[in-house]
Structure formats: C-alpha cells, structure tokens
C-alpha cells in the first residue's frame, strides 16, 4: 500500500500534468477503494451479530484519530511497529523473508537496559549513546547472523529467524530474572530500574515517546538507502535474481549480511526504546509481539519504508480504538482482530488490480 | 492527600442519599447527575477460571451498585497499552477511579499515568505502595499465602506418597509464599512431606502447564496446586493423572469435583464494593490496603468430598487461629532449600508482616530453586 | 517408593512429551507439506489452528460427541484454507502476506466466536493405553496414546507414499515444481494448488482441535502458544518430507518435555534455557544439515520462500 505520503517525495519524472497525476493516483486510490471494501465487508459481520457499524466506525474514529489524545494513543502504539517493521522490510528487498525481529526487539532491550545498570551515575550524555549502541548492536548481530547462516551455510531464514526469536525470548526470561534481575524487582522481575536521567521523555507537546520521531527517521533513512543509494541498488538485483547479482560481480553475502543486520538494528533500537522510553528497566514485556505486528505491517507495505508510516500507524489506531469498542458496544476485544484481519486481506487482494484500470495508464488513454 | 474534589462531590451525593435515595433512582455522584464511572482492566480474559476472573466477580458485584457505572478492558498488556488503556476510560469514560489488576501493571505504567491525573484514583492489586510514591495511588491485596496454607493442611492429610507438587508462573515474592506456605500447612500434618515445585515461566501458557502438571505427576506427587493465571489445565490434567487438586484465585471444583479437596480464592466482591462506597461517600481509601480470611479479602472453598475427618477438623481449628489474627505460617526455626536461616526458634512472621512481600526463598522441603 | 523412578523420569517424560505434544505439531506440518509442496505457502495456520481448536471444543460441547468437534475443526480448516487458496490464485497476490493476514483473521474470530465456550466443560477425545503390561503408573500414564496421534502418524507413512507412487502425488509435485510445465502437461496449477491448501487447513484445524479436545484438553484464548506457526516452520525443516514431519514434530514434543522434567529431578536453575530446548535442537540440526553448495534440497520450486 503506498499512500500520499510517499508521493510527495518521489522525485518527479516528468513534467506534472494529466498523465503523471493518474499513473500516480493508482497506488493511492486503489489501497483506499480496499480499505472501503474491507470496512464494508467487516460492516457486514456486525450487522450480522446486530451490531451497527455505524457506531462502530465512529468509536474507532474517535478513539483512533478523533482528538489530541487519540492521536497520542495511536502513535505511541505506532512507534516501536515502524521500526519493527523495518526488521521485515529490509531484508525483504534482497527477497529474504525474516519472521523473528522479536528476538531482536527484546535482546536489544536487554542490553540497553543493562548498558544503563552499568553506567549508572555516568552523565546521559554518554550512558544514552552507549545503551543505543548496545541495543543496535545486539539486534544487528541477532539478526546478521540470520542472514549469514542464510548465505554462507544455506540455512532458511524464515525458520532460523523464527526459531532465533524464540530463544532469544528464553534468554531475554534468564537473564532479567536470573543474572541480572534487580532483588528490589519484587513483582515484576526487571533489570534494575534506569537513572532518571537516562529516561526518555515525550516529544514537547506531546506525550508521545521520542521513539516515534526515531522511527519516522529510520523509516525515511531506509527509503533513502534502498531508493536512493546504489547499495539499494544493488540489494534489489541481487533481490530480484542472486545468480545474475553474483555474474555481475556484486557482493551478495554483503549485502544479504548488512541488509539483515540493519534490520535487526532497526528492531534492536525498538528495544531500547521501550526501555527508555516505557518501562524504565528491561523486563518480560520485551516481548509483547511487535515483532509479529512489523512483519504484517511490511507486508502491507510491500516493503516500502515510507509506505510503512501510515499503515504502522492506522494498525495502531484500530489498536487504539479497542478499548472503547469493548467499552461502549460490549464487543469482545477480539474485535478489532477480526477487523484487521478482513480490512488487510482486502488490501492485499487489492494487489491484483493494479495495470487493470485504463484510467491509471495514460499510454493506452488513446488506444481505447 | 489531596482529594478535595472528589470529596466534596461525595459530599453531596452522600447528604442527598441520606436525604432521598430510595426515591430519586439515578440520583448520582458528582453534580447529582452523574454516576461514579469506575475503571477495571485485567491483563488476561475474564473468564480464565483464575487471577482475572476472581476481579471481573468482584467488577460485577461493583456494576450492582447504584450510582455506578463499571468500564472494563480485557487482555490489556503490561506495556504502553496499559498506559493509554487507562487514559483512555479518564478521558472518554470520565472514570474517576480505575483498578488496573495486573501485577506488572504498577511499576512503571501506574506510576507514570497517575501524577497526569491527579482527580482520578488509581487502585493497584498487590503493588507496594509506598511514602513518596503518588498519593492519588493506593495498593491492596490479601493475605492469600493463608490460604494455600490452609490448602496445604488438605493435602498433607491426602498425600500417599508424602509428595505433593506445585505449579508455578515466575519466582517472584507472592508466588514464592504461596509454594512455601504450601508446604508449611502439608508439613503441619506431616513433617516428612516435600513440595516439588516446577516453574513454566509464564502466567498463561497452557501446554506447559499440562506438562509441568505431567512432569509432577511422573516425580510421584499426588496433591498438586498451581499459582497460574488461570488454573484451568492444571485442575484437569492433575485430576486426571488421579491426584489430588487444590484451587487457586477462584473456585475450580466443578472442573474435579471428586479429586477437588478446598482451594485459596479472592473475595473481591466484597472489597471492591467497600472501595466504592468509600469513594461514593467522599471518603478516601487508604494508600496501602491488606486483608486476609478474617477481612474477607480471601475465602476458601468448601471442602471437597475426599476430605477425610481428621482434615476437616485440622483444616477447621487451623483457619480458627488464622481468623484470630496474627498467625504465622513462616515461623522459626526454619531454613530455606540451600540451608540458610530464614527464622531462629521463637521468630516468626505473621501474615501482614511486609516483609512476606519480599519473599526470595523456598523453605526446606521444597524442591525447586528461585531463579 | 516403588514409584519413584529417579532419573529414569526423564526418557519416560520425553517420550511421554512427543507423544502428548507433538499432534498440533504433526497435523499442521502434514497439511502445510502438502501445500507447500504444490508451490504455495499458508503462514496462515496459526489461525486456522486456533480456529479449530474453538470450533472442534463448541461443537464438541454441543453435540456431545468430540468426534464431531474434530470433524468440525476440519471442515472449518477446509474453508480456512478454501478462502487462502482462492484468493491467492489471484494475479500479484503475494501467498505469505495473506497468509499472516489470514492468521489475525482467524484468531479474531476464534476468539470472537469463542467467548462463550470458555467456561463450558466439552466431553475429550479417547486415549489408547498401551501401557498395560506395565505396573508402573507413570510409565501407563507416558503410553496413553491419543487416537488422532496414531491417525497423524499413519496419514504421515500414506503421504509420503502418495508423493513417490501415486498420480496424485505426481501431479502435486509438477505443479509445485514448476507452473509452466505443470500447464504444459495439461494441468490447471491454481486449481490443484487451492485443493492443497484446503486439505492443509482441514489438517491444521484438526490439530486445533487435538489442542482443545484432549491435551490440554480446553479452550481459551491462551490455548496455543505458536504451534501453528512453529509447525509451518518445521516443514522447511523437515525438507517437505512427510516422514520427516512426523520426526520433527516428535523431536520437537520431546524436547519440550525437558524443561518441566529437569525441574522435578532437582535441575531447576535455568529452566528458561531448558525451555528453550526444542529450538535450540531444531535450529542445530538445521545448521548441521543445511548446506550452501546445494539448494534446500526437495524445495518446490515454485516455492515463494525458498526462491
């Protein structure tokens, strides 16, 4: 799905007009006309249970995207999903499919955490850096390691990923309630608690966590990199056809070991975050899922980074409405479960129709 | 603690009640039209035969109440959800007073949402509160090692083998009081019995519960008890490896009636709605809140049918002395599993001593280790 | 104690384990290997488990018969899969997207749809004792084998024996091999690929409901921890081999077992790490095995993951 946002900034072709306004307009139009059909289709499943849809949508409306508070909500459930997302999106360009940026999420958390244990009393000009490095630097080599497996021992990313994810779980669980768990932890076995200056606030005006700035940031960076670098280039020949990347002489293993490391780079600041930024000390609530979460997200997004940003963010916002719509309609709270679900599947079957429409292709305006 | 607003608005609802409530039906809270809009969010379904049940009974005894309007929220993770969970009931639902029930719920997520709210009035389970800490915050929970005693005392008298079993979620404090509270009743009949305790690491994860509940079994354990979310698949599985069950959190006999001997449960219902009548009133609860049998915090359930006599006056004449107040389970002279002392001849805890809640050892006897 | 079997508890408890443990596992990783090997992925059947699991425990509950709940879960895993295979023979429609998508749809609504069969208590699926030579209680408790187990286990050797020797299989595996040829020969490759994963899903939500009808033997939202997942992963493990899938699934309930028996022997420290077992096991075996001179090696070439 590629909404406006990554319009604006693709660079213009040629000369505006007609033309280029319509071939453009299909990527917007089209994931939008799906997102009405899923709407209607989940609509449908409502009145069915003699529920109004009507209501429904308002709740979700206001509680999502309908004041300052809303907002707030959805983008701090936004934040960690962009960069997690990342972790699926990146290594997707080399046609990689890695399902396990959890692990990452939550390793990263942990050695941020304890980075921030060790530096306790150092000054947060330092100690801040230091815990970044330290989650970036683990989700880069959980995740690297993925991919080096995958080149250099022909190991499947998909399961290795999945696999890793969960023992990085099990490892993250020792550690904060074994090795490294504070004793004062009394009911929530953690890390001890992070400096208080090494807490990251809100973006001023905003309480929303600085994670979300980060992740737009990141989001941006690695469009940069795929659309505008030839490192990006050369990961998407060598996505599109290893054999014909390798004849031509580009560094395969490289590039399929750096673009999973960024990867997990990306999910391991997602874990920092939610250190710094949530909890304040690293703890089992690492692993809460984003990692999934960013996997469906990428998809949605056909890998694109900026495409990533609205759709992390209307996923968060039907997060975001859950609790209303249990409140107020007596739904369960699986309902905005089935809601994403119709509404995604929609959006992915929509991939079909693109080319289909003339009305989208100026050079066969004339032939009709 | 500054709770002016709410008190005088309590104020007024209060004199009018006793002015005319019987005859003015929706007179409310607030500005005398408004009820008291009152928040609970649990961390797991509310219906899991455990820890969220045993608060959704108490949420829906609260919704009897007139006056009151009850918003609830299930499976609310203990992560920024939590957070914007509660934000959201302040401010689409005007709660006044929420009870976030969750363990993990406290420490970070209470403590950051409630000094931004400082009208609404945050009532955590089991948290520690402590001086220093928001006073618009306040912590409750029960004395529920009393009952795990008590559940001990049944099976120290069921046991064959002089094995009894423990399923537990995670080492932390509350749990661990639990196991050697366990124990402690059991060894109260017989001092030779051991308590094997199996960690799954999780509160929900229902397969290795079946396991851990299968692995006990296979170590000869024929009494077996869980601290588990929902305890569900261990009450089944255990009654059908043919030993012995005692409940937790909620009442779980119809799931073994024959092999069900009594179990530890939460009385919310009671608690919750003397919470609200406070606030109701334009009183304030208190910041720290503990309770056990005799405070009806906790109950037990009736005894099951293969309690013998013997039991039954045993487990009667012991829940007696704990009704009296001031019982000691944990009581010297008694070492933990690795042979340090917890309490020299003549110490002792007694239930509410607060030490208990920073519990980080496993009595002689149990056969586990906390981390 | 002539119960007390000391360390003999931990082969008796892993064997006990894959037994009790590795149906969800065997189901869904049958069915995906006959997805996957007619060139399609479901990532999807996380969901159609749980959905299984919902709809086998309320039918179960309703009818009274939990041979009708399994029937059940199968006939709405069939439908799962129906709805993947179709929509995924559109042009451009990326299977593994769909799939994730399909997996939160079927949660959703499992969970939605299951609300009221929470509390309810559904009859179980029978059990065989094949411990009754034994006096040993536990080793009569490790042999009580369910009866979908053995069902598994011989639709597992009949797969395989499909795949090499029969026109079904045959078909199957041009069509995952190669679209193009597949067409050559005549045969209508969306069409076959859809029937697959139909099949798939009545296998998976059939696990689903082994997971509700007999161990643990309830339902709630809670009841699987990423079986369905896990299972689709062991599939590439198991090189799309059928028999291979029903070691995989066994290997993997076995060494779930380790980390609760090693508590009860006295091995308590570290439990996270022994929990964590049959993944550090299957990723080892999977480095050991794997190779990057050759391809995955049995890997449907039409397959989108493995490309």
Known sequence: ?368 | MSFSPLSRRGFLKGSAAVAGAATLPNLGYADGHSPLTVGFVYVGPKDDFGYNQAHAEGAAAVKAMEGVVVVEEENVAETIDVQKSMESMINFDDAKLLFPTSFGYFDPHVLAVAPKNPDVRFQHAAGLWTEGMPSNVGSYFGYIGMGQYLNGITAGHATQTKKIGFVAAKPIPQVLLNINSFLLGARQVDPEITCQVIFTGEWSLAVKEAEATNALADAGCDVITCHVDGPKVVMETAAGRDCFVCGYHANQAPLAPEKYLTGAEWNWAGIYTSMVQTVLDGGTIDNFVRGGLADGFIKMSPLGPAVSDASRAQFEATKAEIMAGGFAAIKGPLKDNTGNVIAADGEGFAEDDIALESMNYLVEGVIGSTS | MDTDLGYWIIPLAIIGGAIRVSTPFLFVSLGEALTERSGRINLGLEGTLVFGAMSGYAVAYLTGSPWLGVLAAALCGALFGLVHGVICSLPRVNDIAIGIAMMILGMGLAFYFGKPFVQPVAPDLPAISFGWWSDIPQVRAALEVNVLFLIGAGLAVLLWWMLRATRVGLTLRVVGDSTDAARAMGLRPALIRTCATAVGGAFAGVGGAYLSLYYPGSWNEGISSGQGLMAVALVIFARWNPLACFGAALLFGGAGALGPVLQSVGVSEGYYLFFAAPYVLTLGVLIATSSPKRAMTGAPGELSITK
């Open chain 1, 1 to 368: 799905m590629t909404l406006s946002v990554s319009e604006n900034m693709t660079p213009t072709r040629s000369a505006f007009g007609w033309a280029a306004l319509a071939r453009r307009a299909e990527a917007v139009v089209i994931p939008i006309a799906a997102l009405l059909a899923g709407f209607a289709v989940f609509s449908l499943f409502l009145m069915l249970q003699g529920k109004s849809p009507a209501e429904f949508f308002a709740l979700v409306y206001r509680a999502g995207f309908g004041t300052a508070f809303s907002w707030e909500n959805t983008l701090s459930r936004a934040a960690p999903l962009l960069l997690a997302a990342l972790c699926v999106a990146l290594p997707a360009r080399l046609g990689l499919v890695v399902i396990g940026g959890e692990g990452a999420i939550v390793l990263g958390g942990v050695g941020a955490g304890f980075a921030g244990v060790l530096l306790l009393g150092a000054p947060a000009a330092l100690a801040l850096p230091v815990m970044v490095v330290a989650a970036i630097a683990i989700g880069a080599l959980w995740i690297g390691a993925v991919g080096a497996l995958r080149h250099y021992r022909g190991v499947n990313e998909t399961i290795a990923s999945l696999l890793m994810a969960y023992i990085a779980i099990a490892l993250m669980n020792h550690l904060v309630e074994g090795p490294l768990r504070d004793p004062a932890s009394l009911n929530k076995p953690s890390t001890a608690p992070l400096d208080e200056a090494f807490r990251l606030g809100t973006i001023p005006g905003w309480d929303v966590h600085w994670g979300l700035a980060f992740g737009v940031i990141a989001c941006v960076a690695a469009w940069v990199l795929i659309d505008k670098t030839t490192w990006g280039f050369a990961a998407r020949i060598a996505g599109g056809n290893v054999r014909a990347a390798q004849v031509q002489g580009l560094p395969v293993g490289k590039l399929i070991v750096g673009f999973t490391a960024l990867g997990g780079a990306f999910a391991g600041l997602a874990g920092f975050f939610e250190v710094a930024a949530v909890h304040g000390s690293a703890n089992a609530s690492l692993a809460s899922g984003y990692g999934y979460t960013g996997i469906l997200i990428a998809f949605l997004a056909r890998h694109n980074p900026l495409a990533i940003i609205p759709v992390a963010i209307l996923l968060a916002g039907f997060e975001a409405s859950s609790g209303l719509v249990q409140r107020r309609m007596d739904l369960p709270d699986a309902t905005v479960l089935v809601l994403q679900g119709f509404v995604f599947m929609a959006i992915l079957m929509s991939e079909t129709l693109y080319g289909r429409f003339k009305i989208f292709a100026p050079e066969r305006w004339r032939t009709a």
